[in-house]
């Protein structure tokens, strides 16, 4: 059964920075995509950040480039997500996701792990 | 690629056919999938590529479309069918749509 469970959310003064972690099982790892999305608070989802099975490739919207970085280490089948310089708009849930392994959808959600960015 | 959802809201009765609509700015070129949030859970994929049902999903819930205009189908609506139902296109980026909430009239 595919598991993804992300850890380190919380509460973030605005300008500090915050890593999200994401333990995978259930799958092999390193074989698939993979991607974080947010929900802010009774919002729609917005797409975060993706990553190559290598971790060679990472891509991102504008509203987070420059100051979050996707990460993962295979060996540990965990993903990452550090995000600095935040803001209070990056509060949100943070879902960790795996992609199908052919195309760009996302079949696997974990259950997300809450960010608030307030002083 | 921005999406467009309509309607924002919806209410419907049990047994119900039910049609969700989710409009491209661009030819989204049917990579195109349906997502459903009950209050409080992840976002659960329905459908893939415009018309693929994920595999756990009732039959009940079907998509359509083509270009820029995709539809899911709820064939009879039921109880457990309340939630919020997104679109999302990986055409070109990936974008979601703004969401469709469905309740029980």
């Known amino acids: 059964e595919v598991q993804l469970v992300e850890s380190g959310g919380g509460l973030v003064q605005p300008g500090r920075s915050l890593k999200l972690s994401c333990a995978a099982s259930?799958?092999?790892?390193?074989?698939?995509?993979m991607a974080w999305v947010r929900q802010a608070p009774k919002k729609g989802l917005e797409w975060v950040a993706t990553i190559s099975t290598s971790g060679s490739r990472t891509y991102y919207p504008d509203s987070v480039k420059g100051r979050f970085t996707i990460s993962r280490d295979n060996a540990k089948s965990s993903l990452y997500l550090q995000m600095n310089s935040l803001k209070s708009e990056d509060t949100a849930t943070y879902y960790c996701?795996?992609?199908?392994?052919?195309?760009?959808?996302?079949?696997?959600w974990g259950q997300g792990v809450m960010v608030t960015v307030s002083s | 690629i921005q999406l467009t959802q309509s309607p924002s809201l919806l209410s419907a009765s049990v047994g119900d056919r039910v049609t969700l609509s989710c409009k491209g700015s661009q030819n989204i070129n049917n990579y195109l999938a349906w997502y459903q949030q009950k209050l409080g859970e992840a976002p659960k994929l329905l459908i893939y590529n415009t018309n693929s049902l994920q595999t756990g999903i009732p039959s009940r819930f079907s998509g359509s479309g083509s270009g820029t205009d995709y539809t899911l189908t709820i064939s009879s609506l039921q109880p457990e069918d309340v939630a919020t139902y997104f679109c999302y296109q990986y055409n070109n980026g990936l974008t979601f749509g703004s969401g469709t909430k469905l309740e029980i009239k």
């Open positions: 996701a795996r992609r199908a392994y052919y195309d760009g959808y996302y079949p696997y």
């Open positions: 259930g799958f092999t790892f390193s074989n698939y995509y």
